[in-house]
């Protein structure tokens, strides 16, 4: 990200005394967040709200991250918007050791807030979603969906032990 990375915020104005605050609000987007069946879309903004304090051994951000994400129904395949929002309280260190990984670097007199709503999201993000609960699949013998449909093959008929696992494993 070059010049016009929405997520980097100049903490120049944030006093070094322990306590001193500054209000955060920002939005852009941050490419390449997914897991299996769930995933940010292209062209998707990511708003973060919050704050920076200055405290003993650095700067924390409290505030939240929120983002629409596209989930997968990992039964019937539909997609669907689900609004995630998610809660963070994360540090950043002037002396940021990368492999000690719970962290993020300030970098001379801003912070780049991506990395960190990166985690965040990626980490909130369902990895086997339902589009409900009840949600019927796909018909094993025809592939048609059966909360829309019914094709007539699932009368009474046991689902092939087989599917079963198959279900559990996506
Ligand atoms: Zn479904
Ligand atoms: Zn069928």
Known sequence: MGASNPFKVSVTRLSKAPGSLLAVEVEGEIPEMFVSSAWVAEGTKVRAKGQLEAVHSGILFSGTAMV????????????????????????????????????????????????MLRDAVVLALPVAPLCSPECKGLCQVCGANLNEADCGHSGGGEIDPRFRILDQLR
């Open 68 to 115: 629409e994400v596209t989930t997968e129904c990992r039964r019937c395949l539909s997609q669907s918007a689900l609004p995630l929002q998610v809660e963070m309280r994360e540090l950043f260190e002037s002396d940021y050791k990368e492999e000690e990984g719970d962290t993020y670097p300030i970098n001379g007199d801003y912070v780049d807030l991506t990395e």
